[in-house]
């Protein structure tokens, strides 16, 4: 099970950006989704995750600005963020909570994370 994030950059002020975050692998079913965020000399933060059941949890601090969103058939988790600020600068990581089915079909439990992606808010 792998987790492919894309969507990161550098954006002033006010501006926008969205993130992806693909998971992929066989016999798979999706769970949970989420993003964290880590800035330098912190520690990593949750800001928002999605159930399988589509409900959503957000940070304070980006609610009204940031949107969790997910594609179920695409097992493909989003994040749009508008009015963004330079406190928002962090490397930016998602997750995912998956059952895989093994080859004797049993099933595995797991939490996989995507590489991370940068996100730099300029003032």
């Known amino acids: 099970v792998q987790l492919q994030a894309s969507g990161g950059g550098l954006v002033q002020a006010g501006g926008s950006l969205r993130l992806s975050c693909a998971a992929s692998?066989?016999?798979?079913?999706?769970?949970?989704m989420g993003w964290y965020r880590q800035a330098p000399g912190k520690e990593r933060e949750a800001v928002a995750s999605?159930?399988?059941?589509?409900?959503?949890n957000v940070r304070d601090s980006v609610k009204g600005r940031f949107t969790i969103s997910r594609d179920y058939a695409k097992n493909t988790v989003y994040l749009q963020m508008s009015s963004l600020k330079p406190e928002d600068t962090a490397v930016y990581y998602c997750?995912?909570?998956?059952?895989?089915?093994?080859?004797?079909?049993?099933?595995?439990?797991?939490?996989?994370w995507g590489e991370g992606t940068q996100v730099t808010v300029s003032s």
């Open positions: 999605v159930s399988r059941g589509g409900a959503t």
């Open positions: 997750n995912a909570d998956y059952i895989h089915y093994n080859d004797r079909d049993e099933p595995v439990v797991g939490r996989v």
């Open positions: 692998g066989s016999r798979l079913t999706v769970n949970e």
